[in-house]
């Protein structure tokens, strides 16, 4: 599947020691045919299984539809989850990713304050429609993607990074490139023009959390997007700067505070993705425990949601200081109330759940009073535990004196019962209950697979 161009290094920019990229890339290759382990094999089918999932579910929102509806439509061999429609890789992997993020329930890296599954899985499944791939090879791309995304995204995103930019479209992109490059084998060389390419195509900011606008979904699927282009740039011979990410003006001169490169290696203890954690509730990382928390609480107490008086959410700095979390409402859009941490947890308290249907009626007076009650406390100990762990303490305080309370030290995630009945009712609805069935069973024998691409073709609707 390899390219045969060969990129040339200008003479005068060999540089005297091994960049950050050269040997990330370095790393890369070297871990070609060292065996996944079977942890991080099971955790990568359920991170795929969660991502179908998703994009069925989300596959007729306007997002979904706007991502689809630009696609060429009979023009390559690559399926976009849920649709008849047969598109050009790029197409396939835009819409994909668009709808893995489109209920905004995707994989979390808390790390590096990313979602990587939703722009790592479209690439190598797009990929592996075009040329036939293994299910080892495929998972170990994967790994390869995941552990690129989340070890960068660690030493470049701050709460004071994520205020203004987009985790996710600057981890994003670098972490798809490796992950192709690994599919494709490429050399060392071709993976590092892939990564240095990628990272100058990262892009982001985060101004839509305040209004909860659509950038959001996009900013995913230009990252996956971009990732694979530059892969397929370097394979063909492009020349990507070996200091894309530690030199002068580099990707770390240009975005950390201290202006410095820190010596990022892969593969040096526990793999990435397993630090990825799957989300009970359709909503902001950072309201998920605040929103669970609550919903203890409600299930544990007696709580007349009238008859409240005050609500604290305690949570961490990170989570106070990204935007639209701390936001009180009013709320004019459903990403706009999914990223509020007010609104997740008067929610939890008024209806006792957290999920779609939570997201119906932004304008509900008791739920709007209930929100506007909400104080987004930092907590110094929950802080200190980030991003290893990330906690959150509700607080409620009643008209007759009481003063409930409920704490989480961490996020609890969704367990793999849950998302399988998400993945089986999601699937079923959108392909039946015969094809639903053998794409779950596909994806379990994910490993044992010689062909990936005809797991991908199951998703499409006859």
């Known amino acids: 599947m390899s390219d045969t161009a060969t990129a040339v290094r200008p003479p005068s920019s060999a540089p005297s020691t091994p960049t950050?990229?050269?040997?990330?890339?370095?790393?890369?290759?070297?871990?070609?045919?060292?065996?996944?382990?079977?942890?991080?094999?099971?955790?990568l089918k359920v991170c795929l299984l969660d991502f179908l999932a998703c994009a069925f579910e989300s596959r007729n929102l306007p997002w979904a539809r706007q991502a689809q509806a630009i696609a060429t439509d009979g023009a390559g061999p690559c399926s976009i989850v849920g649709t008849a429609l047969a598109v050009p890789a790029p197409d396939a992997v835009f819409a994909n990713s668009v709808a893995g993020h489109g209920l905004v329930r995707e994989d979390m890296h808390t790390g590096s304050v990313s979602h990587l599954g939703i722009v790592v899985l479209p690439v190598l499944l797009a990929l592996a429609e075009e040329n036939k791939v293994d299910g080892r090879a495929f998972i170990a791309a994967a790994v390869t993607g995941y552990e690129v995304g989340g070890r960068i995204g660690r030493a470049l995103v701050t709460p004071e990074f994520a205020r203004i930019f987009r985790p996710t479209g600057f981890c994003g992109p670098m972490a798809a490139a490796a992950a192709a490059s690994a599919l494709l084998r490429y050399d060392e060389k071709k993976t590092q023009n892939a990564i240095s390419l990628a990272t100058n195509m990262v892009a982001g900011q985060n101004q839509w959390p305040h209004t909860g606008a659509d950038e959001m979904f996009f900013e995913a699927g230009l990252a996956a997007r971009n990732g694979l282009t530059a892969a397929r740039l370097a394979g063909l011979g492009a020349y990507g700067s070996e200091k894309a990410l530690d030199g002068e003006a580099g990707l770390f001169t240009a975005y950390r505070p201290d202006k410095r490169a820190p010596d990022v290696r892969l593969f040096d203890g526990e793999a990435e993705i397993m630090s990825v954690f799957f989300k009970p509730a359709p909503v902001c990382n950072f309201a998920q425990t605040p929103s669970l928390a609550a919903l203890a609480l409600a299930n544990a107490e007696d709580i007349d949601p009238g008859e409240v008086v005050s609500i604290i959410a305690k949570v961490t700095q990170a989570a106070k200081a990204y935007p639209g979390c701390d936001y009180a409402g009013p709320f004019s859009r459903i990403l706009q109330a999914k990223m509020s941490i007010h609104y997740a947890?008067?929610?939890?308290?008024?209806?006792?759940?957290?999920?779609?249907?939570?997201?119906?009626?932004?304008?509900?007076?008791?739920?709007?009073?209930?929100?506007?009650?909400?104080?987004?406390?930092?907590?110094?100990?929950?802080?200190?535990?980030?991003?290893?762990?990330?906690?959150?303490?509700?607080?409620?305080?009643?008209?007759?004196?009481?003063?409930?309370?409920?704490?989480?030290?961490?996020?609890?995630?969704?367990?793999?019962?849950?998302?399988?009945?998400?993945?089986?009712?999601?699937?079923?609805?959108?392909?039946?209950?015969?094809k639903a069935a053998a794409l779950a069973a596909a994806v379990d024998s994910l490993d044992s697979t010689d062909d990936v691409g005809a797991l991908m073709r199951l998703t499409r609707v006859a």
């Open 20 to 43: 950050l990229a050269e040997r990330l890339a370095a790393a890369i290759v070297g871990q070609l045919d060292v065996g996944v382990s079977a942890a991080a094999t099971e955790k």
């Open 345 to 434: 947890v008067a929610s939890a308290i008024l209806g006792k759940q957290i999920d779609e249907t939570s997201y119906q009626h932004l304008d509900d007076p008791a739920l709007l009073r209930l929100a506007a009650l909400v104080t987004a406390e930092v907590d110094p100990e929950l802080t200190a535990a980030f991003p290893a762990r990330q906690g959150a303490e509700v607080v409620v305080e009643m008209k007759d004196g009481r003063r409930l309370s409920r704490r989480l030290p961490d996020v609890i995630p969704a367990d793999l019962a849950l998302i399988r009945r998400r993945f089986d009712i999601a699937a079923t609805e959108a392909i039946g209950a015969e």
